[in-house]
């Protein structure tokens, strides 16, 4: 695992994590995985997606997520 991706769910960060914070983490799992830092611009567009999808799929985890002594996240606009 990148250790530079942290924790985005509460109690582990006081708050609901951002839509940058995610992305971040998202970005730091493409590029991990990928082994490219900055692709090649032919595989530009293939990774930003990627990047895209991971994002909307780690808001929709942390939405889903109900930590213990909490109610579910709110939905996210």
Known sequence: MCRSIKTLRPPVIPEEATEEEIRAAALQY???VS???APAAHNR???????????????ELLDGLE??????QTQRA
């Not at 990627?50 to 799929?57: L, N």
């Not at 930590?67 to 579910?72: H, I, K, L, S």
């Open 30 to 32: 493409v590029r991990k």
């Open 35 to 37: 082994g490219f830092r």
């Open 45 to 59: 567009e293939v990774f930003d997606q990627a990047v895209e999808a991971i994002a909307a799929a780690t808001a």
């Open 67 to 72: 930590v213990r002594g909490t109610a579910a």
